[in-house]
């Protein structure tokens, strides 16, 4: 069955390392918070919308939004607790949705790990990232996918930020491949952003295993296959990877229609499992209608889909 995917953030420390300063409102998502940012009033709309929509799949930013058994230290205040996070996956299956956890392991994205997104590739480090990994499947009770993130690992996505870390050569293939190990021996399938390959393309079509998930991402309107972050699709698609393309509503409200339209004529039906929505907001009520229109464009993809079919 093919999947249609949103993706909604528990945890927002994934956009910066910086505390807000004084003057910025609270609401402004781009700095780290002490505190969880959600609302489980539009969490719960939002479930009701997605199935009204014909989403089937729930990608859930956990980051530091979780009180983990085995690294309670990383939890913000308000965190969930694994009871309340098991209440909401089984509320999530009920009503038809397959939960995905998403933990992104980026350079660039990883605020939510407290301390430990500054001993990067040490020994302590991948002992706590084997742990996350492994609890999170345990929670998730064994999930079809776990989102492993891995993308903007560059310095010019983190230009803004206080600490700046990336890896290169064979360290990122050696830490993404940790984690992708660690998803597949809890028995699951690993599932990475694809931009790595915009600027490494021979590399990462030599390098990366066809049993990790590809998202390409692309946000705009121009679907040029000449243009370094649509060819990606049309790449690894030549080369066999499984996809499910990623869009936004973030920049171009339009986009995920347009996207779904590009791919479908391009991807064969084996190897495009579906399409993954990614709002980009916070889960809070000042997000609200960006998270409707977001859902809204999915259906309005599924519908145009459906009648090209007949």
Not at 43 to 68: C, F, H, P, S
Not at 71 to 82: D, F, L, M, Q, S
Request: glycine share 6%; with cysteine.
């Amino acid at each position: 069955m093919m999947i249609w995917a949103n993706l909604l953030q528990l945890s927002t420390n994934m956009w910066g390392d910086r505390k807000r300063p004084k003057g910025v409102p609270e609401s402004e998502g781009s700095y780290f918070h002490d505190t969880l940012q959600f609302d489980d009033d539009l969490w719960d709309e939002l479930l009701g919308r997605m199935v009204e929509a014909g989403v089937n799949m729930v990608v859930i930013d956990l980051g530091d939004g979780v009180k983990y058994a085995s690294h309670p230290e990383i939890a913000v205040k308000g965190a969930w607790t694994r009871a309340k996070l098991g209440r909401e996956l089984r509320k999530l299956r009920k009503l038809g949705l397959e939960p995905i956890p998403k933990l992104n392991f980026s350079a660039c994205h990883d605020a939510w790990l407290g301390r430990y997104s500054r001993m990067v590739s040490t020994t302590a480090y991948y002992e706590v990232c084997k742990n996350l990994i492994a609890e999170v499947i345990e929670l998730f009770d064994r999930p079809r996918f776990f989102h492993l993130g891995m993308d903007e690992e560059t310095f010019g996505h983190q230009r803004r930020l206080e600490y700046v870390l990336v890896r290169q050569h064979d360290l990122w293939w050696h830490d993404m491949l940790f984690y992708c190990n660690q998803v597949e021996r809890g028995g699951v399938r690993p599932w990475v952003w694809s931009d790595y390959i915009w600027d490494h393309g021979d590399e990462f079509l030599g390098r990366m295993p066809k049993s990790v998930l590809q998202s390409n991402w692309y946000y705009d309107l121009s679907f040029n296959p000449k243009v370094k972050y649509v060819k990606p699709y049309l790449d690894l698609e030549a080369h066999g990877y499984d996809q499910i393309p990623t869009g936004s509503n973030w920049a171009a409200a339009d986009n995920f229609e347009r996207l779904v339209s590009f791919c479908t004529r391009r991807i064969a039906p084996q190897r495009l499992l579906g399409f993954l929505q990614t709002p980009w907001k916070p889960t809070t009520k000042q997000h609200r209608q960006v998270h409707l229109e977001a859902i809204d464009k999915v259906a309005r993809a599924r519908a145009r889909m459906a009648q090209r079919a007949r």
